[in-house]
């Protein structure tokens, strides 16, 4: 019964990489734009699967405004802030064994310094991991996924992709999710005891909790926006690069220089593919 | 996600607070990168949090800052990238006002959310080969929560220094914006009049809010 589930479920994640790959390939057909500021827009977007992404996402915001908007809105509004940061830290805390495996397979000893003794500190002192002591003292949160580890390890991106329900994302990055939650401890013993409602219920949760966060930070960015999928795509890909910078990089991030007299410079940042 | 999104705030929120520091009047005499931010950030928070603002009001005012303290001219061109040269003088004109009035329309009614969080210079850095600094500062909220990043690109240090582009939580204004218009020119076959009629919309329903 046990081993049947766990065939399952990585059935199941197979399934999911190679309709991925498939996608990827089936997308990899369209075709490259002539004029020379369109192809410097296109390989900018560096999305070949952009009308299918629309479509998803498209999906995901009729879903957010039917579902997990108006969810995520009143679990803000009835669960009061204390109890809601508990939540957030407890299950950041969970998250810690993962960050851990990340932090050394990217030869972080610092980072994995930090990420155990959070773990330990706020698991004893902030009582099961409901408080962050550890953040009040300086030992700030900070996420390491699979993704950036690959990243770290020199792999490229590649295409946008926009996942259903999961969001914006990439080949890299939702690969590095699949390896996450296969090395994750809780869900490995959930899955080997069969409590299966226990990985389901975390994700529920922690959606709920990232949701509730954003509500009003992604209704003005919509408002703001002309075109509210590029925002989100643009968005994803630079938090992104800032998270695999570990964001307090010591080295200014090399934006393209806004200059008038190098006017090659206009032409940002991947103006060498288009010559 | 959860690592993505938990950003997407800090971006939200640093856009306004954001907005308070950049918005900063004249030069510092000294030349000093850090010294300009500062105090435009500090000018920002003082004229354009006062309480019973009017938003007309508020926006003169958040306009006046912008263009003393940012070059918007230089900002608008590299946003439009290739596309600039597709601009007759005419439309250039209108563009430089479009997109002068979009930033004035996103930005500024942020300041009226202002909670009392302070402003503070970390750091500056040089980058000499494209004549310019990047000031790393942070936003920090009143109840001691996570601080904001931000980092302001500065050029022209030495005598009129003008900022170029604002970054939150390593998230570029500039190249957003950069990919949103050229997004909007490519899906209407290339041609540049396409951004001007959205951006002309959407001045036009920001406005009625």
């Known amino acids: 019964m046990i081993s049947r589930t766990k065939k399952y479920l990585g059935d199941m994640k197979a399934g999911f990489a190679i309709a991925l790959i498939g996608l990827l390939m089936l997308g990899g057909c369209a075709g490259v734009p002539e004029d020379p500021a369109d192809r410097e827009a296109y390989y900018e977007a560096n999305d070949p699967i952009e009308p299918f992404n629309r ?10 405004a039917v579902f997990f908007k108006p969810i995520a809105a009143i679990y803000r509004d009835t669960v009061p802030d204390a109890l809601r940061d508990g939540i957030h830290n407890f299950l950041n805390n969970l998250k810690s064994p993962v960050i851990l495996a ?17 773990f330990a500190t ?63 401890p809780v869900t490995m013993w959930a899955d080997n005891t069969d409590r299966n409602a226990i990985p389901i219920g975390r994700i529920i949760v922690r959606g709920l909790d990232e949701r509730s966060r954003f509500i009003k930070t992604l209704d003005d960015l919509e408002k703001s ?51 | 996600m959860s690592s993505i999104f938990r950003p997407f705030l800090f971006v939200c929120l640093t856009v306004f607070v954001g907005t308070l520091v950049m918005q900063g009047p ?17 000018k920002a928070i003082q004229t ?65 959310e202002y909670s009392g969080q302070s402003f503070v210079i970390k750091r500056v850095a ?58 909007v020119i490519k899906q209407n076959g290339g041609k540049v009049d396409s951004l001007l009629e959205a951006l002309r919309k959407k001045a036009a329903k920001l406005k009625s809010k």
Do not use: C, H
Not at chain 2, 26 to 31: F, K
Not at chain 2, 74 to 95: D, H, Q
């Open chain 1, 55 to 64: 479509a998803v996402f498209s999906f995901n915001r009729g879903l957010d």
């Open chain 1, 102 to 118: 990340n932090n050394l397979l990217q030869g972080d000893l610092q980072g994995a310094k930090v990420t155990v003794s959070r």
């Open chain 1, 122 to 184: 706020n698991t004893v002192a902030g009582f099961g991991g409901f408080g962050d002591p550890a953040g009040d003292l300086g030992a700030k949160y900070r996420g390491e996924d699979f993704g950036q580890t690959l990243a770290v390890w020199g792999l490229g991106e590649g295409p946008y992709l926009m996942l259903p329900i999961f969001g914006p994302s990439n080949p890299r990055d939702a690969s590095g999710m699949v390896v996450d939650s296969l090395i994750d």
């Open chain 1, 225 to 275: 926006s002309l075109d509210f999928y590029v925002t989100i795509r643009s968005l994803y890909r630079q938090l992104r690069a800032d998270a695999i910078r570990n964001g307090a990089s010591d080295d200014p991030i090399p934006t393209p220089s806004i200059s008038l007299e190098e006017d090659e410079s206009l032409l940002g940042p991947r103006a060498e593919l288009v010559k």
């Open chain 2, 26 to 42: 004249l030069a510092a005499q000294n030349g000093d990168a850090g010294a300009f931010v500062k105090t435009l950030g500090d």
């Open chain 2, 48 to 112: 354009l949090t006062v309480k019973d603002l009017s938003e007309a009001e508020r926006e003169e005012r958040f306009r006046a800052l912008l263009r003393d303290g940012f070059d918007v001219k230089r900002i608008g061109l590299f946003v439009l990238g290739r596309y600039s040269r597709k601009l007759s003088p005419a439309m250039a004109t209108e563009y430089n006002a479009l997109f002068e009035d979009l930033i004035v329309a996103t930005y500024s009614a942020r300041f009226g």
């Open chain 2, 126 to 183: 040089e980058q000499p080969e494209q004549s310019a600094s990047i000031v790393m500062s942070e936003i920090r909220p009143l109840d001691g929560g996570p601080p904001i990043r931000v980092d302001w690109q500065v050029r022209g240090a030495a005598l009129d220094p003008k900022i170029v582009d604002v970054r939150v939580e390593g998230v570029s204004m500039s190249i957003t914006q950069r990919e949103e218009f050229s997004a």
